[in-house]
């Protein structure tokens, strides 16, 4: 079994479940100031923030709807979602996101207020790398708060009773400490951590690299921003190596992998997986409508959010290996037979479903059913978004696939999944290395940053990016490389793209928007329920308010 972080709940922890409550729990005599006075007690607050990346990681929708690369499921029709339409709000649509992110700042706060009250207790190494790790988690939250909803409170130690006048502090600030806990961090983390899972100097580095080079877009960006956030990704990248995609995600997946600068642990061990990882649900359609496909083995049950957009689908040369049939889908096998099909009995493993790469017509649908029995649909690509019976069916994203999700009862409990979420991998350092090198103008260093990533992908001579690469290139690469994964709605704000990308490619986004997009979704609203435990909090322009 592989070694993982105790991510143990602190029995006595003060836990401020959002950053504007306070909920103490002591179930015995024993106050939390006599239980956290040793250096094992203190590791199990520093093991909180990391067993709450967990929860925080699954919150998928603020990352990914309203971009380029994910579509909802169902019609453009249907009634609206906000986050991917950029229609009106009711103001708490982002309180699960909010939550999540301020419950890692909490965690870590505490670990770091309540170590250095103990630090004679805790070996000094431990204590140097421990307060470094709880730095750059904190850091890691705070750009999703300050991206999302722009100014932000700021806490940076234990709250310690309950406190209803949280104000927000301004974007520049909070840019300001998550630079000085990110430069801290680095000076105090081992350049490989001695357990696989923490944070380690290449993941604050990629992290500041990150933070710097969006920094760099903004009004109140500091000089030497884009030339700093060049530096720490160059240094992360020296610590991590590319591997293979089957190592990544498929048959030869190894977690431990030298790609992987950072990720949210899962084991195998059902009893500590906290319901496991989900991202195995992810990017298929309801498999179950149709013959064949009932919720078992390869299939299993789905999550149903999300739709990759025609644009994802078409972006793969025919022969990049990232769009082979084992990380995208374009025939749907039965996972049980059937005697349903209109083409013939179905058994077990028999193609019901083909999505062609190329729209195929009429009469070669028919030639391909004739040849193919019991081929039950054949979906060409201008088809993904219509209903088939009760479902649209669309090419899966396969590269989540999880062999080790064997168990579902239908007792309405999700069968767990084991492999861990990247959070961070040297892929996604190189895309914003060359993000950053098309910014300083220097767009052939940026190519091969991209050609580095086809030619690990299998692809040659003319499928190679030639001359200086644009901003579009990067974007294009990153969405091949990264589906699932990173923060595209960040990448796409980052780089001032968002609202172009979404209207071009995102049919509920270009249904719903048949002009330009307000400027206020460039935030998302601070939750309601937020404003009303603390009324001095304001509420970002154009949303609803109490």
Not at 1 to 15: E, F, P
Not at 339 to 364: C, F, H, W
Not at 431 to 436: D, T, V
């Amino acid at each position: 079994m592989k070694k993982i972080i105790n991510y143990t709940a602190a029995i006595l922890l003060l836990v401020l479940t959002y950053s504007c409550s306070l909920d103490e729990v002591n179930p015995s005599s024993v106050t939390s100031d006599e239980y956290f006075v040793t250096q094992s007690s203190y590791e199990e607050l520093v093991s909180e923030a990391y067993r709450n990346l967990r929860p925080l990681l699954q919150n998928t929708t603020h990352m990914w709807y309203g971009t380029d690369m994910y579509d909802r499921t169902g019609v453009i029709n249907d009634i609206q979602l906000p986050l991917n339409d950029y229609t009106a709000f009711t103001g708490n649509e982002s309180q699960d996101w909010w939550a999540a992110n301020y419950t890692v700042v909490t965690k870590a706060n505490v670990a770091l207020t309540r170590g250095a009250a103990i630090e004679s207790e805790i070996t000094p190494d431990i204590y140097a790398t421990r307060t470094g790790e709880l730095l750059a988690l904190r850091a890691y939250a705070y750009l999703n708060l300050v991206e999302t909803f722009g100014a932000v409170p700021l806490l940076t130690s234990e709250v310690k009773e309950a406190t209803f006048n949280f104000t927000r502090n301004s974007e520049e600030e909070v840019y300001t400490q998550i630079v000085k806990d990110l430069t801290q961090a680095i000076s105090q983390l081992p350049d490989k951590p001695k357990d696989y899972g923490r944070v380690g100097k290449a993941m604050a580095e990629h992290l500041l690299g990150k933070v710097l080079l969006t920094r760099s877009y903004k009004t109140y960006a500091q000089p030497n921003d884009l030339a700093d956030a060049v530096k720490a990704l160059q240094s992360s990248m020296s610590k991590s190596s590319l591997t293979t995609w089957d190592v990544l995600f498929g048959d030869s997946y190894q977690y431990d992998n030298s790609e992987v600068i950072f990720a949210a642990r899962y084991s195998t061990d059902n009893t500590v997986n906290k319901n496991g990882n989900n991202l195995y649900q992810q990017f298929k359609f309801a498999t179950e409508n149709y013959p064949g496909g009932a919720l078992t083995a390869p299939y299993w049950k789905r999550d149903n959010s999300y739709q990759p957009t025609s644009y994802v689908l078409n972006l793969y040369a025919a022969n990049d290996y990232r769009a082979s049939e084992r990380f995208l889908q374009r025939h749907i096998v039965a996972a049980t037979s059937s005697t349903q099909g209109s083409n013939g009995a179905i058994a077990k493993g028999d193609v019901v479903v083909y999505l062609p790469r190329v729209a195929m017509t009429d009469a070669e649908i028919a030639d391909y059913k004739s040849a193919n029995k019991p081929t039950y649909y054949v979906v060409n690509p201008d088809q993904y978004h219509q209903f088939f019976g009760t479902s649209t069916i669309y090419p899966i994203i396969w590269k989540f696939y999880d062999p080790t999700v064997v168990v579902w009862t239908n007792d309405g409990v999700d069968p767990q999944g084991h492999r861990d979420t990247y959070i961070f991998r040297r892929a996604e350092t190189m895309m914003l290395l060359a993000e950053a090198y098309v910014k300083q103008g220097q767009g052939a260093a940026a190519t091969e940053l991209i050609n580095a990533l086809r030619q690990r992908a299998k692809l040659t001579d003319g499928d190679l990016l030639t001359g200086n690469a644009t901003l579009e290139d990067v974007l294009d690469e990153s969405a091949r490389e990264l589906f699932g994964e990173s923060n595209r709605w960040m990448d796409l704000k980052r780089t001032g793209t968002l609202f172009t990308r979404a209207v071009q490619y995102n049919v509920f986004t270009a249904h719903n928007n048949s002009g330009a997009i307000d400027s206020r979704y460039l935030v998302r609203p601070i939750p309601l329920t937020e404003i009303v435990r603390s009324p001095t909090l304001t509420q970002n322009t154009g949303y609803p308010n109490i």
